[in-house]
């Protein structure tokens, strides 16, 4: 085969693929924009007036008069401070509580073997599968003979409990691919088990401690279901994912308002997000290597 033809061949399979790649990016940025339509859509909405939201349909961009007093208005006619701060005290509480439970309990059962081990923690998983309906009628039975019935520490604390096999997974993956050899010359210093824990490990489990806190809060923030059934007797203790029935009569929906409080309670998750990101893949990645 000549110089010229094999060139040639050269030139046809770059030709291919500049048109496959193209087409692969071109089919990813159709799929990003249906993926970020509805937040588009939401954002736009809550700048319109009642008449331009149901005038304009799908449109993302606001109308001629942009209403930036929707979103003063649905802070105070849903009574969103205290919503908000109810919500910032559970989720704040409910992340503290499963980083200082599931680290500790990760790091000890990566570090120590017993006999049926891997049956239990199998058994363990299972319970990832159960629905909340299935479990949500004991533990209701459970918070009120603990007396803390519709108060904000019976939503911390069954979202506590219910946040903490996953993490656990991902700590006990994260230190089983972490280097020993720290661990040993600390053993070899007369340093315990928990010094261990407390001095070493934790501090650089500091990627998965930020990907466990970012998954954490995101579920806690947005939970609807555990915050409406454990405060459903005081409406002062709802948090923001329930106080936006607010917005939702029985004979009418102030859309405009219910998409500005929507916006208001997705800015803090999506804050928490920016500024944890750069912890987000390395936390994974070590989860995921063993």
Known sequence: MS???????????KRRTGKSMWLTHIILLLGGLIWVYPFLWMLGS?????????????????????????????????SFGQYFINTVIVSGLTVAFVLLFTSMAGYAISRTSFPGKKLLLGLIALTLFLPHG?????????????????SLSAVIVVETGGGLIFPTFLFIGYFSSMDKEIEDAARVDGAGFNQRFWMIMFPLAGPMLATVALFTFIGAWNNFFIPLVFTLANPELQTLAVGMYAFIGQNSTQWSYLTAGAVITLAP????????????????AGAVKS
């Open 134 to 150: 299935y479990t949500i009628l004991p533990i209701f039975d459970l918070i009120q003979r603990l007396g803390l019935l519709n």
């Open 269 to 284: 998750i999506m804050l928490v997000f920016i500024f944890l990101q750069r912890y987000f893949i390395n936390g994974v």
């Open 3 to 13: 110089a010229i033809t094999q060139k040639g061949m050269g030139r046809r399979r």
């Open 46 to 78: 809550s700048l319109k007036t009642d008449q331009d939201f149901f005038s304009q349909g799908l449109n993302i961009f606001p109308g001629k008069t942009i209403a930036w007093g929707n979103y003063p208005a649905a802070w105070n006619e849903a």
